[in-house]
């Protein structure tokens, strides 16, 4: 994959590029709740104070729909949907499809993507690939 | 609080009017919403308006070529329930003595607005909205759910919209008079499968209006009035709370809420319009509103016990989907249906012998929220 040189489509909520991106939240120190994005306090039990937290890669998709009409930064068809991270939290995110077939509750991994309507207008963001099938 | 009634209902023509303005179409909804509560202008103490897009006074524009002007009026977005947001402004107002009668209208002008033929998204801002989501995305993905979860199948979510096109065909103020067959909501384009095109409300222009009193000032007015047992708004709760997509937290609060303010429970309602901007929500309607047990909406569906003449109709005005959703018009649009149905005035599309009524509208799709706001109203004839 050619190398994305784009400023992040939404700040604060990515670190690392390429293989190495994971997507940055929080989880509270008091009550273990953790959010994706990070909010700027516990919403679950009050706490002032988060700490952050690094995302895994991997997640497991929810549900999916590919969609046939235009959206802001994305010409169709476009696949979406939702995806539960290992550490809990539910994203909704762009899922990339290269002919496999996606099922609900098929393991997907984190990666990088650029989103926009063309050259001048490019942003870089995350999607969610299905694993390849596990080598024997 | 004191009982409060609902003694004047009145809606526009609904369709794809680009060349009326909104104040046009709220104005004919509102006199008719006066004329039939038998109420001139003057007697009106307060307005509530409710309206998206696009500027400012809506109320004010809305009421001023009719004779309406120097009251309070208060103007109140809320997705798409700001319709049902305004009607519960209004009862409150009324409930608690404020004022004994007052106006609550919605209108929205679909075709002149920046969504018109675009599908609706969050704000620009909103990190869903900017990776893609709209509101067919999040109903498309809410129906793959339901597909595994409930053994839902695109047949089942046709069906709603061939129910609702059913009821549309027999209703005069209905966009699309015209009914349609399964095959032919399946062979429509995709939109967000598995959602299609026959399964999407349209975007429509139009406005409803209610008058509101106390109730006895109804009887006072000798006026035809339907009773109101539940007036209910909840905002959505945190999305990291949310279990399964299959259910709104916030359409089941609002439902225990209203059920518990009304004495009354989901076997007493007769009769009930809800939000079906895309076909497969409405089985999620069905299950929170607690019309069947969870899990068991796609039986009730099968059942034709939703349909025209089934035991408890769901949408006899045509919904959404038939219809029309003006944004925000369709909260009050539905109020307005219920009371028809309790009047015995719905022709065709008449509940037998409806006594109680239920309408119920949602809106509102952001990050980190599960939706936006719920809104419930019961009604009971007289």
């Not at chain 2, 279990?243 to 059920?259: E, I, N, P, Q, W």
């Not at chain 2, 009354?264 to 509103?289: C, K, Q, T």
Request: hydrophobic share 45%; with cysteine.
């Amino acid at each position: 994959m050619g190398e994305i040189i784009a400023p992040d489509f939404h700040a604060g909520v990515m670190v690392g590029a390429g293989p190495d991106l994971r997507l940055i939240g929080a989880r509270c120190p008091s009550c273990g709740q953790t959010f994706f994005p990070a909010p700027m306090r516990c919403l679950a039990c009050g706490s002032a104070t988060l700490g952050p937290l690094t995302f895994d890669r991997s997640a497991v998709l929810e549900s999916f729909t590919t969609v046939q009409m235009p959206a802001t930064s994305f010409a169709p068809p476009y696949t979406v949907g939702y995806v539960r991270l290992s550490e809990g939290p539910r994203v909704f995110a762009p899922i990339l499809v290269d002919g496999q077939m996606l099922t609900i509750g098929m393991p997907v991994t984190l990666m990088e993507i650029a989103i926009g309507r063309g050259e001048t207008d490019r942003r870089r963001a995350y999607g969610f690939r299905p694993l390849p099938p596990a080598q024997t | 609080m004191r009982d409060v009634a609902i003694i004047g209902i009145g809606t526009s023509r609904f369709g794809k009017f680009p060349d009326r303005r909104f104040d046009d179409l709220g104005a004919e909804a509102v006199r008719a919403a006066l004329a039939d509560a038998g109420v001139g202008p003057r007697q009106i103490q307060v307005a509530y308006g409710a309206r998206i897009f696009l500027d400012q006074i809506t109320a004010q524009v809305v009421l001023r070529d009719l004779g309406i002007a120097g009251i309070e009026m208060i103007n109140v977005e809320n997705a798409c329930a700001g319709g049902a947001t305004a009607v519960r402004c209004l009862w409150k107002d009324i409930a608690s003595g404020f004022y004994d009668i007052g106006v609550a209208f919605g209108v929205e002008s679909m075709t002149t607005s920046p969504m018109a033929g675009k599908l609706l998204a969050p704000s620009p801002d909103d990190i869903d909205a900017k990776l893609g989501s709209n509101m067919p995305v999040v109903f498309a993905l809410i129906a793959r759910r339901l597909m595994a979860t409930h053994g839902a199948t695109p047949v089942d979510f046709a069906q709603v919209s061939v129910k609702a096109h059913q009821a549309g065909a027999l209703n005069p103020a209905a966009q699309y008079q015209k009914t349609v067959s399964v095959d032919d909501v399946l062979a429509a384009r995709t939109i967000a499968d598995p959602i299609t095109l026959l399964e999407c409300c349209p975007n429509t222009d139009g406005a409803a209006a209610v008058v509101m009193c106390s109730l006895d000032l109804a009887r006072r007015l000798g006026a035809r009035a339907v009773k109101v047992r539940a007036s209910v708004l909840s905002s959505a709760g945190y999305f990291f709370r949310k279990g399964d997509l299959t259910s709104f937290d916030a359409g089941r609060r609002a439902a225990h809420a209203a059920y518990d303010q009304a004495g009354l429970g989901p076997e007493d309602i007769d009769v009930v319009e809800l939000h079906d901007a895309f076909a497969p929500e409405e089985l999620v309607h069905y299950e929170d509103l607690g019309l069947c047990r969870p899990g068991d909406a796609v039986g009730l569906l099968r059942s034709g016990a939703t349909a025209l003449g089934g035991r408890i109709p769901v949408n006899p005005s045509g919904g959404l989907l038939s219809l029309g959703h003006p944004l925000s018009a369709s909260g009050v649009r539905t109020v307005c249906d219920i009371v028809q149905q309790l009047r015995g005035d719905a022709g065709a599309r008449q509940t037998p012998d409806a006594r109680i009524g239920l309408a119920q509208m949602l809106g509102g799709n952001i990050n980190g929220l599960e939706m936006g706001a719920a809104s419930i109203h019961i009604l009971e004839r007289l």
